[in-house]
Each structure stands twice: as C-alpha cells, then as structure tokens.
C-alpha cells in the first residue's frame, strides 16, 4: 500500500510546488553560504565551487520541468548525481567535524538533515527520471571534473577542522563519486521506469 501511495504523493502538483520553494530556499541559502570562500576563489572555478547549492539547482529546475509537464533528462542526471553525492558528502564530513572536535554547532546538526533530505528527494524521483546513456556520461563528467577542481586545484569546502584530512577526504569523495554514479545508472538506466501522469 505504501509503495502506492508515495509515488502518487511525488506526483501531486501541490507538493511539487512546495518541495520547488524549499529547494529554492535551499539553493539561495546555500550560494550565500557559500559566499566568502567565493570572495577568495578565482573567477574561472566560480562554478565549481559551491557543490551542495549548485546541485539543489540542478533538482529545482526539475521540479519546475515537472510543474511545467515537462522532463529535461540531462539537468536530471546532472541533479540525481549531484544531489546523492554531495548530499551524503556533506552530511559525512559533519560528522567527521563531530568526531574530531567532540561537538557540533547546531547548524552543523541542520546541515546533516538538510544535506540527506537533498540526497533521499534525489532518489524518491529516480523511477520517474528520463535519462538517457549520454545524460549519464556528462553527468559523470561533471562529477569527476569537480573531483579534480575540489582536490588537485583545492577548491574543496573548507571545514577547517578537517584540514589535516585533505588527502583522505579526496580519496573518499572519489569513490563517493563512482558509487553515486553505480547507483545512478541502476535506479535510471537498468530498473523499470514509472511513467509521469502528473495528476492536478
């Protein structure tokens, strides 16, 4: 009964609606964030830097496609991957900050439910998502390009406590990045797709 009812719940335009503005929300909030390590970062990795809100994004132009009835493959894998892997980078690396300094400021707690929120919403759609194979290969492009941007320019996220773990973080977020993608391709391009009769 409840696998029923969630995807008819996923598809009703007034919820669509408000994960749109929450994600919205999200996405400005995120840039904001974001902002003083973009006053030190050079112009030309301006866009690869703030991963959490670029990838909120990603998801918020597809709800917008869903409100307008429509379906861009592409922006959704850029936003499934994106979503899932930054979603769980972040809520890891908080607890990291957690285990290293033996507390957590309570934005820290929100950025852990906020950031895990983004990475389930990314995958509660996957069966909905119409992504083809080479959607999938510049999706992964993307995700690896913004490894070798993030750990080889060190344009990553400062969390200063986990300074000393640069290396470690690096190894770990590569391999976040190929089992995002091993999931993505088995939840978009390998399972049955659901179709998108979105209801008034």
Request: hydrophobic share 50%.
């Amino acid at each position: 009964m409840m696998s029923q009812y969630v995807p008819y719940v996923l598809k009703q335009r007034s919820f669509l609606l408000l994960l749109f503005l929450i994600n919205l929300g999200g996405t400005v909030y995120g840039y904001i964030w974001y902002g003083p390590q973009l006053e030190r970062t050079p112009a030309q990795f301006y866009i690869f830097v703030p991963d959490s809100p670029t990838a909120s994004l990603f998801f918020t132009i597809v709800l917008f496609a869903y409100l307008l009835k429509q379906q861009w493959g592409l922006i959704e894998a850029l936003a499934i991957t994106s979503l899932v892997k930054y979603g769980l980078w972040a809520v890891v690396m908080n607890l990291l900050t957690l285990a290293v300094e033996g507390e957590l400021h309570w934005t820290g707690y929100m950025l852990i439910a906020s950031h895990l929120g983004m990475a389930i919403q990314g995958v509660l759609y996957a069966p909905f998502y119409r992504i083809k194979l080479w959607h999938f290969f510049v999706a992964a492009v993307w995700l690896y390009n913004n490894e070798i941007i993030d750990y080889v320019f060190l344009m990553y996220p400062r969390y200063s406590s986990l300074t000393d773990y640069a290396l470690q973080i690096g190894y770990f977020t590569f391999w976040l990045s190929t089992a995002t993608l091993m999931l993505t391709y088995y939840l978009t391009l390998r399972k049955k797709k659901m179709t998108w009769d979105m209801d008034s």
